[in-house]
């Protein structure tokens, strides 16, 4: 069974850093896509980054492109989310994803298991 476990959430004041961690168990990840999706109150799920295990290609929603980067250590089977020049905007839980096709990466629907999320807190 998959599991995936997110840590290093926490209250930030603005333009502070924070760097998010998915720990990976329970299958070979070698062909799979991981994503980090944020869910803020309110609104719906929706992508942040995603990066491919076998290769390391990235990509990123656009708002937070120059400011977030993914990235994944094959050894320790772990996915990061360093997180620079963090807003208020960015204030929602945090979610490790696993699954889905590098070409419908930005689709939540697309990934197979999920952690519990991570609450992220950006003070203005």
């Known amino acids: 069974q998959v599991q995936l476990v997110e840590s290093g959430g926490g209250l930030v004041q603005a333009g502070g850093s924070l760097r998010l961690s998915c720990a990976a168990s329970?299958?070979?990840?070698?062909?799979?896509?991981m994503a980090w999706f944020r869910q803020a109150p309110g609104k719906e799920r929706e992508f942040v980054a995603a990066i491919r295990w076998n290769g390391g290609s990235t990509y990123y929603q656009h708002s937070v492109v120059g400011r977030f980067t993914i990235s994944r250590d094959n050894a320790k089977n772990t996915v990061y989310l360093q997180m620079n020049s963090l807003k208020p905007e960015d204030t929602a839980v945090y979610y490790c994803?696993?699954?889905?096709?590098?070409?419908?990466?930005?689709?939540?629907?697309?990934?197979?298991?999920w952690g519990q999320g991570t609450q992220v807190t950006v003070s203005s």
């Open positions: 994803a696993a699954g889905a096709t590098w070409g419908r990466r930005w689709y939540a629907d697309e990934y197979d298991d």
């Open positions: 329970g299958r070979t990840f070698s062909n799979y896509v």
